[in-house]
Every structure is written in structure tokens, then in C-alpha cells.
Nanobody
Framework: QVQLVESGGGSVQAGGSLRLSCAAS????????MGWFRQAPGKEREFVAT???????YYADSVKGRFTISRDNAKNTVYLQMNSLKPEDTAVYYC??????????????????WGQGTQVTVSS
């Protein structure tokens, strides 16, 4: 049973930073791509960042230069470091894992497993 558990969300003022963590279990983490998505109230879930099994990364334009995705295979954990946060970054952030793919994946349909989400609120 694959489980993804996010943590690290919270409330912060604009310009601040947060680091999200996603602990994975039940699948081959070291050979799997991982991704972060977010969903704001009344909006569709949108891609934020992805990391391949080898550490290659890709970001949505809206977060490029401000967010960094990374992974620690020894801890089966993927991180999302978020700097220079803006009010428009407010959303529930979800960690996701595909089934049997190690390459970069930027669409939600490419992922099979999802965490429960963690709330990030950025005030102006």
C-alpha cells in the first residue's frame, strides 16, 4: 500500500518561506519520479514541480526561481522549499507519485498516488 504523507504547511506573510515534506512508503521511491501540485479554492489542481529519479527537475513558470524541489532517497522523502511566497501561492499542496515511472511528469493524470494535502496560506 503506497502512502504519501505531507507536512510543513502553515501560515506565513508574503515574502516568507516554508518547506514542505512528503514521506513516501510502500513503493520504490528511489526509482520513482515525484511531484508537487496545488489547488486553490474554486480552482483546478495545478502542477507546481517534479523531480525525476535521477534528480532532474522541472517547475511551473509561476514558481520558477522561488521554489526548489529535492529528494532524499535515504529517507524516502521529497521536499518543496518555497521562498519569496506570494498571496497567490495560497493553496492546498499535494505530493504525488506515479506508478512505474522515473521521468519528469507535469500532468496530474500521470500520477497514481496522492497525499492528503497540506494547507499553505500566505497573507499580504
Amino acid at each position: 500500500q503506497v502512502q504519501l504523507v505531507e507536512s510543513g504547511g502553515g501560515s506565513v506573510q508574503a515574502g516568507g518561506s516554508l518547506r514542505l515534506s512528503c514521506a513516501a512508503s510502500g513503493h520504490s521511491f528511489s526509482t520513482s519520479a515525484m511531484g508537487w501540485f496545488r489547488q486553490a479554492p474554486g480552482k483546478e489542481r495545478e502542477f507546481v514541480a517534479t523531480i525525476s529519479w535521477s534528480g532532474s527537475t522541472y517547475y511551473a513558470d509561476s514558481v520558477k526561481g522561488r521554489f526548489t524541489i529535492s529528494r532524499d532517497n535515504a529517507k524516502n522523502t521529497v521536499y518543496l522549499q518555497m521562498n519569496s511566497l506570494k498571496p497567490e501561492d495560497t493553496a492546498v499542496y499535494y505530493c504525488a507519485a506515479p506508478r512505474g515511472s522515473g521521468g519528469l511528469i507535469t500532468t496530474a493524470r500521470g500520477y497514481t498516488y496522492w497525499g492528503q494535502g497540506t494547507q499553505v496560506t500566505v497573507s499580504s
